[in-house]
């Protein structure tokens, strides 16, 4: 009995351990089976809100790929070039945003249909203005005030034989020489209104200043030295009024074409109103220059001027042109006056009428400069005094190849140089004009 109770109680403290071990064992393992079915249920929590997700994205895409199709299918029943339809304009912005716009995070895109149709016409390119005639009208309700000045430089050398020749290199008579310099400054205030947004109305008036130095030697007095004639007139110049009206808006590659009718009045100093050097009956008594003592500022006639003006944009060039034809209406019953007050009845007289062309090609340097190169012609017709040409009075073709620059300012006022160089011999060597037009 002593000696067995020892191993009794060994016996015992290991069953006791024994025991004490797979307690312990299914506690851990009852614990780990529980934080595994806790993860599972997470798990599936979020599979669950996921595929919530999917559906609504899903949901998503359908009422965008729905509402595409809806506006490609009104797309495909107008005009690729068209402005779209105010009312369908309308519908788009009034349309209730769709799923993509409330949920920025879903990554889709919003689809632009187009812009609502501007009321106003198209314009044409702006370009370097070089002739009288602009290319862009006036919006509807907007003014342009347009002051400018003007300087033109003609000179020109006449040489007159009376006499005879014995032999080729001898000459019996007297020889005129004449050298004919003229300075002309002209001040213009030019104002447009658009009446619509295709047709404008222009008011110019001129106030003009005028030099003019000639170099020559009287006739049939044997005078053997030069005399310098110099003259001056200055004053209100021909007042215009213009009307212009866009005939083509320049779709389908087709050019921009303006059609014009300009009236000028005869305000300035009539030509036959100034004095003449030279006594009564100039034509019978060749005494005196026959120059006029002041100039004229004005032509002396009424004229009219119908023309069509026409732009062709081709990026990144503009090409642009124009015709004009220039009616002169003649004057009954003309007479100048010459020295001493008196006048020597002149008759009937009408000027010839001008035919006009110009052409040329403005480039875009930048958003606010551009550069333009172009060329006009003027045929003038010959004079008729008394339903007969005037003896000497031919035809005479007046060509300038024309440089122009133009720079925007600001949004309402551009900055216009224009610089000519004539090409024949009756044309001004050199003009130069600037230009200043402001929008209101």
């Known amino acids: 009995m002593g000696t067995s109770s020892p191993y009794r109680a060994l016996a015992l403290l290991a069953c006791t351990s024994l025991a004490w071990s797979n307690a312990t064992a299914q506690t851990q393992g009852s614990s780990a089976s529980r934080n595994a079915n806790q993860r599972l249920e997470a798990l599936q929590k979020q599979l669950r809100e996921q595929g919530r997700q999917i559906d609504a994205l899903r949901e998503q895409a359908q009422q965008q790929e729905a509402r595409y199709r809806e506006l490609q299918e009104r797309l495909d029943t107008q005009d690729a070039r068209a402005a779209p339809r105010p009312d369908a304009a309308a519908q788009t912005a009034d349309a209730k945003p769709t799923p993509d716009r409330e949920a920025p995070d879903a990554g889709a895109r919003p689809v632009q249909v187009g812009v609502a149709p501007s009321d106003e016409a198209p314009q044409p390119p702006q370009v370097a203005q070089l002739f009288d005639e602009p290319g862009i009208l006036t919006p509807k309700g907007k003014f342009v005030f347009e002051p400018s000045l003007f300087y033109g430089y003609s000179s020109s050398n006449r040489v007159a ?8 290199a001898l000459l019996i008579g007297l020889v005129d020489v004449r050298e004919f310099k003229r300075n002309t400054f002209i001040g213009t205030l030019t104002g447009r209104w658009g009446a619509t947004n295709r047709l404008e109305f222009e008011a ?17 007095t044997g005078s053997a030295f030069d005399n310098v004639f110099n003259t001056k007139g200055q004053g209100v110049g021909d007042a215009e009024l213009a009307a212009r009206y866009q005939l083509s808006d320049g779709k389908d590659g087709k ?7 300009r009236f000028k009045s005869k305000t300035g100093k009539d030509p036959f109103d100034v004095v003449t050097d030279c006594v009564t009956r100039c034509i019978g008594n060749a005494t005196g220059t026959g120059l006029p003592l ?21 990026d990144p060039a503009v090409f642009f042109g124009g015709v004009t034809y ?13 020295l001493n007050g008196e006048r020597e009845f002149i008759g009937d007289v009408k000027p010839g009428n001008v035919w006009g062309i110009n052409f040329g090609m403005g480039l875009s340097i930048n958003d606010r400069s551009s550069f333009s190169l172009g060329m006009e012609l003027y045929s003038i017709g010959p004079t008729e005094q008394n339903g007969q040409r005037v003896l000497g009075s031919v035809r005479t073709q007046l060509s300038s190849l024309l440089l122009g620059y133009s720079y925007r300012y600001s949004p309402k ?11 024949t011999r009756d044309t001004p060597d050199l003009q130069l004009t600037v230009r200043l037009p402001m929008s209101f």
């Open 161 to 168: 034989l009376v006499g005879y020749t014995v032999i080729p």
């Open 204 to 220: 110019k008036l001129p106030y003009v200043s005028r030099s003019d130095s000639t170099i020559s030697r009287e006739i049939f």
């Open 255 to 261: 050019p921009y074409v303006i059609g014009g009718l």
């Open 294 to 314: 002041d100039l004229p500022t004005g032509s002396g006639f009424y004229s009219l001027q119908p023309g069509f003006t026409w732009l062709l944009p081709s």
């Open 326 to 338: 220039t009616y002169n209406f003649s004057r009954s019953g003309i007479s100048r006056l010459v």
């Open 413 to 423: 006022t551009t900055l216009n140089v224009t610089v000519g160089a004539g090409l």
